[in-house]
């Protein structure tokens, strides 16, 4: 059994930063790609950023510049560091993980139950 928890989200003004952080925990071998997620209302999830187990990472145009993803591989987290926030950021966020679970070569994908960001003043 693996879970993924997210946390750090809340209110915040335009112009604000917050940091997400997501833990995966359980039967995990390694963690391959982590990535975060957001949802809008009346939208469909899109990618956010993703960053690979070698540290390359992917961020989607909108958030380019003003959002950093980074991880730590020893507690198995994964950070979003965003800054200059703006309305249309607001969403429910949510982390994926690509995990290898032990006696099975075929990695699985974990989503988190998501945390929600407001940006409003």
């Known amino acids: 059994q693996v879970h993924v928890v997210e946390s750090g989200g809340g209110l915040v003004q335009p112009g604000g930063s917050l940091r997400l952080s997501c833990v995966a925990s359980g039967s995990i071998v390694s963690i391959n790609d982590m990535g975060w997620y957001r949802q809008a209302a009346g939208e469909q999830r899109e990618l956010v950023a993703s960053?690979?187990?070698?540290?390359?990472?992917n961020y989607a145009d909108s958030v380019k510049g003003r959002f950093a993803i980074s991880r730590d591989n020893a507690k198995n987290t994964v950070y979003l560091q965003m800054n200059s926030l703006k309305s249309e950021d607001t969403a429910v966020y949510y982390c994926?993980?690509?995990?290898?679970?032990?006696?099975?070569?075929?990695?699985?994908?974990?989503w988190g139950q998501g945390t929600q960001v407001t940006v409003s003043s």
């Open positions: 994926r993980v690509t995990v290898r679970y032990p006696g099975n070569p075929y990695p699985g994908l974990r």
């Open positions: 960053i690979t187990s070698g540290g390359s990472t």
